[in-house]
């Protein structure tokens, strides 16, 4: 199947072109780190077109966004809502014409009216439903990254440990969070458009674990990963909880559990992250 990444360069996207190259799929990858011609806010653009038109599936992973430092930052600045929005005009505009089955990626923050992430997330999901495509929400997928200024929260713990010896947090560590890791994510998504034609728009697809960990108990699994090499790194908790979600705590729909798991528990996940990191600093 000829299957299109829109955003293949990006922490879920580079994990599901491997992925699905490797299940024999024909991946065509598209991000704007290939060049200005794969940029998806510029509107018209040809290659975008062409490349959504040639294709038999498209899963929409592009999004400008990163992990909680990036959102705090960034959300609120008109580039942020410009960006999103463009994309998702141009990108929609031709699914639209072309009518193909796609998959959009959104996040458990959608609900979340008070983020211009969430609400910038919860037009796609109405643009999604317009088409009758599916919506998938992510829950805190984490695996290595390419751009640490976006980087998500257990790669910048990670990098923190590596570069200053000191894991300093945005939040005191008492929120909880489902973690994904990334190979399981390729997997929920491969196995939801597997079974395309037996879903809808308004199924719940929630692409998670179920399981929940609080932050302090990330940084200090990642603490101890640090001492088995012999490298001593501090916890430094922040004094409040973090702003950008606000301690806001949603429920993750079971519904996608009918026909895939998750299999990956998050030590055996940080355990790999961490390996793979530690490569790149020595």
């Not at 998959?103 to 008070?114: G, H, I, L, R, T």
């Not at 829950?139 to 200024?149: A, L, P, T």
Request: with cysteine.
């Amino acid at each position: 199947m000829r299957v299109a990444v829109l955003g293949s360069s990006g922490q879920i996207g580079a994990y599901l072109t491997e992925h699905l190259s490797k299940k024999g799929h024909l991946v065509r990858e598209f991000d704007i780190v290939n060049g200005n011609h794969e940029d998806m806010t510029h509107i018209p653009n040809t290659f975008l077109r062409n490349v959504i038109m040639d294709s038999d599936f498209v899963f929409f992973l592009a999004f400008d966004v990163g992990g909680s430092h990036y959102l705090k930052r960034y959300q609120h600045t008109f580039k942020f809502i410009d960006n999103n929005t463009r994309m998702m005009a141009n990108v929609f505009g031709h699914l639209a014409d072309y009518n193909k089955p796609f998959v959009f990626a959104s996040s458990q923050m959608s609900n979340m009216s008070y983020s211009p992430y969430g609400v910038m997330k919860r037009v796609g999901e109405l643009y999604t439903k317009s088409l009758g495509g599916l919506i998938v929400k992510f829950w805190n997928v984490y695996g290595i990254e390419k751009d640490m200024e976006k980087a998500h929260v257990i790669t910048d713990f990670i990098r923190k440990g590596f570069e200053t010896g000191v894991i300093d947090m945005m939040t005191d560590g008492t929120e909880s969070r489902e973690f994904l890791y990334a190979e399981d994510c390729c997997e929920g998504l491969e196995a939801v458009m597997g079974n395309y034609d037996r879903l809808t728009s308004d199924d719940e697809l929630h692409i998670t674990t179920g399981n929940s960990t609080t932050i302090l108990e990330i940084a200090e699994s990642i603490q101890k990963l640090f001492s088995n090499i012999g490298k001593e790194v501090v916890i430094k908790p922040a004094e409040s909880k973090d702003e950008v979600q606000k301690d806001a705590k949603n429920v993750s729909d079971p519904y996608i559990r009918k026909f895939w798991r998750s299999t990956t528990s998050v030590k055996e996940g940080l355990t790999k992250v961490f390996y793979e990191m530690k490569k790149n600093y020595e």
